[in-house]
């Protein structure tokens, strides 16, 4: 965009929609995998053992 003349204003609007974007779909991986530990827990299949699932779960909410 630069290379193309575009304004300082267009560029930071362009990189914002970028963060949020990126923002949004680290949000959907995060409910997504929260989701599947729960589904997991709650059926009680400890694929990995009960510590390893409470110890992601706790782990993914970090980036929150």
């Given amino acids: 965009m630069l290379e193309d003349g575009r ?3 267009d560029v930071a609007q362009q990189l914002q929609a970028v963060e949020k ?3 949004q779909a680290k949000k959907t ?3 997504d995998h929260i ?3 729960l ?3 709650m ?3 400890h694929q990995h053992g009960q510590g390893h699932d409470f110890s992601e ?3 993914i ?3 929150l």
């Fill in 39 to 41: 589904e997991h827990a």
């Fill in 35 to 37: 989701d599947h530990c």
């Fill in 21 to 23: 974007a990126i923002q």
């Fill in 61 to 63: 909410t970090r980036y």
């Fill in 7 to 9: 304004s300082c204003v």
């Fill in 29 to 31: 991986l995060i409910q």
């Fill in 57 to 59: 779960f706790k782990e």
């Fill in 43 to 45: 059926r009680g299949d």
